[in-house]
């Protein structure tokens, strides 16, 4: 069965701090996508970042860096010098390509707090 | 840009009535579903919509129905509401020949007194 676990449940930092979120998943398909979304409190997930299972490249955009390590199926996700916009929830996600991507398993979330 | 739009941003509803919770996506896609995200809990899928009047039974189904008779538009029924469906309610969408990510829209919060 697929499981996506994401331990840290509230982090607060300073701004201009890095942090990284954790993700953990669970999965018997040799073939499936993993995903990072933002909801800020104006409640909309927006889409952050796809990776497939063949592609372990680490990628970076802007102060965003992901990390994926089939290894120790983690995709965990960096910010760098942290914003106040950044404030929001984080959920990695996990889609299976045998089920069509159809049933795509959310982590419980980060809740990320960035102070002033 | 993909634009998901709800037709609710709060909805405040009585114990036992029928509740309609629709949701209008403008990008052709082919794939609809409807989450539901609580407390610790992350989202969870409802039902989904591979095509027009295709539906499908996510993992959480109980309670709710689904009726998707265009292909922009997906509707999640709450046949009679109850307070344990007292929740934020997600719509997305999705192309599946282009990409696996979903779009979502700004979601509904219900409230079931």
């Known amino acids: 069965a697929q499981k996506v676990t994401q331990a840290q449940t509230e982090i607060s930092v300073v701004e201009k701090e890095d942090v990284t979120l954790d993700c953990v998943y669970e999965?018997?398909?040799?073939?499936?996508?993993l995903f990072w979304y933002k909801q800020p409190p104006s409640g909309e997930l927006v889409f952050l970042i796809r990776r497939n299972s063949f592609d372990e490249q680490n990628e970076i955009s802007g102060r965003y860096s992901w990390n994926f390590q089939k290894s120790t199926s983690s995709f965990n996700f960096t910010i760098t010098a942290s914003q106040v916009v950044d404030s929001a929830v984080y959920f990695c996600?996990?889609?299976?390509?045998?089920?069509?991507?159809?049933?795509?398993?959310f982590g419980a979330g980060t809740r990320l707090f960035v102070k002033a | 840009d993909v634009k998901v739009t709800q037709s609710s941003r709060y909805l405040v509803k009585r114990t036992g009535e029928k509740v309609f919770l629709e949701c209008v996506q403008d990008?052709?896609?082919?794939?609809m579903f409807w989450y539901r995200q609580d407390p610790g809990l992350g989202l969870r899928l409802i039902y989904f919509s591979y095509d027009v009047k295709m539906k499908e039974k996510g993992d959480i189904p109980e309670g709710y129905s689904v009726s998707r008779e265009k292909k922009e538009r997906f509707s999640l029924i709450l046949e009679s509401a109850s307070t344990n469906q007292t929740s934020m309610y997600l719509c997305?969408?999705?192309?599946?020949?282009?990409?696996?990510?979903?779009?979502f829209g700004p979601g509904t919060r219900l409230t079931v007194t």
């Open positions: 996600a996990l889609s299976e390509v045998n089920t069509g991507g159809f049933k795509t398993i």
């Open positions: 990008m052709d896609h082919e794939n």
């Open positions: 999965t018997r398909d040799t073939t499936y996508y």
């Open positions: 997305a969408s999705r192309s599946p020949q282009v990409t696996y990510e979903q779009y």
